[in-house]
């Protein structure tokens, strides 16, 4: 589960910092969150497929 956690909270983070070096808040921690959701949307249905 932590790969899950980690798919997640990497894009946000990313989006964080994009927000904070070219001032896009609040558009960069969405796009992160957006990204991060699909990605950890992903990785659960495969692991469900897999077991």
């Given at each position: 589960m932590s790969?899950?956690?980690?798919t997640l909270t990497g894009p946000?983070?990313?989006?964080v910092f994009l927000d904070y070096a070219f001032g896009w808040s609040p558009w960069?921690?969405?796009?992160?969150?957006?990204?991060?959701?699909?990605g950890c949307m992903m990785y659960l249905v495969?692991?469900?497929k897999e077991k």
């Open positions: 790969t899950a956690s980690g946000i983070l990313v989006g960069g921690v969405l796009g992160g969150l957006a990204l991060g959701f699909i495969q692991q469900a």
